[in-house]
Each structure stands twice: as structure tokens, then as C-alpha cells.
């Protein structure tokens, strides 16, 4: 990182080269970064304005006070200027500063219209579409997010978030390209236990349940720290028979956890189990 005196040297440099040029736009934009970085941000917003005056046409300035709005947590504000930035200078990296901006404010709405007004601009925006994607996943909008997922991978064939996510949604609706979209992700990530996990369940009620079960094994292997796989790999047991390994797992995962999504589906489980092996 730079030290004090090479900060103070560089400083003296850009406002040497704005002497000779009042308006130079890379010695403006670097000292507006420096002053950031110092903390100067009443200085860094002067420097901003003066861009935005001198270079009307450029998305610079707006940019830059976007950042600095950024820095202030004034994350409203700092969208707004991004919006500004982005209707002089469209980008994917504008839109997803807008977009997270808008989603630190608490706005989702706006969040997400962000990233739909860029896709229509820009359909090959892949990293764009994961994110609306995923926010349509979190948002329970799941035939949008289908939509976009499927656009990702017809531009991205190898991403796995995108794969993986949308196996997960076509098991859901009971659509058989689940476990091939399962086994592309795992084939990709080997060793990612959100992936083994998703592919391991899949299989398990689609595909091999004795195949089911060795993946979520692995799963279980590869994020021993994660509930809802420990929950998997006790059903994957119980459904090929293992019933006493399942009710130990099960009370092994219940005593050390207890905030997981499918914390009751365990404890049923673990009854139901407990039932069995006592009418035995």
C-alpha cells in the first residue's frame, strides 16, 4: 500500500498535471480516488462536481460520487448517482452497483429492476442474469428465475451456480431434466457440498438411491459444518435400509443444531425411526 509520502508525492503530481491542464479527466479521477481513500470526502465531492461540470458527456464523475456516497453508507443516494453514471455510460458494472446499492437501502424492487433494465439492453449480460436469476430464487419468483438460469447456461455452459440451481428448481416441478443439470454442476465442482448435496438428493428420489446415499456421503464429508446435509444423507440412509444408522445421525445432528430449515422434518423422522425400532 502507499505510504504517507508517496500519497503527498502523488497528490503533488496530479496537481501538477492539472496546473497545465485544468480539466485533465485522469489526474481529476485519481485525486478524487486518493482523497477517498484518505477520507477527505468533502474534497473527493468538490473533485466529483468538477468532473461532472468539465466531462457532461462522461459517466465518470457520477461514478466517482457514487463511490463516495458508497463510502458514507448513503446507499440511496450512491444508487441515484450510479443512475446517473449508467444513463451516460451503460455497463453491466454500473447496473450491479446499481442493484447493490438498492438492495443495502433495503429497495428490492428497485434492485431488481436494475438488472431487468440491463438484460433488455444487453441479452449476453451473463453475470447480470445470474444475479437477477439467484434474486429471483430468493424472492420465490421461480418460473423467472428458471428463465434467466437457462439463459446463463446457454451463454455460460459451465457455470455451476446457474446448474446447480436450476436442477434444484426442475426437481421441484418434478421435471426430468433435474438429475442431468445435477450431474453437469457435480461434475464441474466435485467437491462443493452445496453441488455433492443437490445432485446426492436428486438422485436419491429420481435416479440410484444406493448412489443417492454415496454422494451425499461426500456431501456430509465436504461440509460436515452444514445441517440440511446431515439431514439429507439421514434420509438417503434410512431410504436404503440403514435405519439404525439414520437415527443415530439424526441424533447426533439434533443435539448439536438446532436452527435449520428442515429442523422438524428431522425430529418427525427421528420419531417415526425410534417408533419402528422400538415395535421391532
Known amino acids: 500500500s502507499l505510504q504517507q509520502g508517496d500519497i503527498n508525492a502523488a497528490r503533488k503530481a496530479f496537481n501538477r498535471a492539472l496546473e497545465l491542464k485544468p480539466n485533465d479527466l485522469t489526474a481529476l479521477a485519481s485525486l478524487v480516488a486518493m482523497e477517498l481513500k484518505a477520507q477527505r470526502t468533502e474534497n473527493a465531492h468538490r473533485l466529483a462536481q468538477k468532473i461532472q461540470s468539465a466531462h457532461a458527456e462522461s459517466p465518470i464523475g457520477f ?34 452497483l446499481i442493484y447493490q446499492m438498492y438492495k443495502k437501502a433495503g429497495d ?37 428465475a428458471i428463465h434467466e438460469y437457462e439463459r446463463v447456461i446457454a451463454l455460460r455452459p459451465g457455470n455451476v451456480n446457474a446448474l446447480n440451481n436450476l436442477a434444484w428448481l426442475y426437481h421441484e416441478r418434478d421435471d426430468n431434466r433435474a438429475l442431468d443439470y445435477a450431474r453437469r454442476a ?58 439404525e444408522e439414520a437415527r443415530r445421525e439424526l441424533e447426533r445432528l439434533l443435539k448439536s443444531s438446532k436452527d435449520f430449515p428442515e429442523f422438524t422434518e428431522a425430529q418427525q423422522l427421528l420419531s417415526r425411526l425410534k417408533a419402528s425400532s422400538s415395535v421391532d
Open 63 to 96: 461514478q466517482l460520487e457514487g463511490d463516495i456516497h458508497r463510502q458514507e453508507k448513503a446507499y440511496q443516494t450512491a444508487a441515484a448517482a450510479y443512475g446517473e453514471a449508467y444513463a451516460k455510460g451503460p455497463s453491466d458494472q454500473l447496473a450491479l
Open 108 to 144: 428490492t424492487d428497485s434492485a431488481i429492476s436494475a438488472l431487468e433494465k440491463r438484460v433488455e439492453k444487453n441479452a449476453d449480460a451473463a453475470t447480470v442474469r445470474l444475479v437477477l436469476a439467484n434474486e429471483y430464487h430468493i424472492q420465490n419468483r421461480d418460473e423467472e
Open 186 to 243: 457435480n461434475e464441474i465442482a466435485p467437491t462443493q457440498p452445496e453441488v455433492l448435496d443437490t445432485y446426492g438428493w436428486i438422485e436419491l428420489q429420481r435416479g440410484d438411491p444406493a448412489k443417492g446415499l454415496r454422494v451425499l456421503k461426500t456431501a456430509v464429508m465436504y461440509g460436515p459444518h452444514i445441517p440440511t446435509l446431515r439431514y439429507h444423507m439421514a434420509v438417503a440412509l434410512d431410504k436404503n435400509g440403514q435405519q
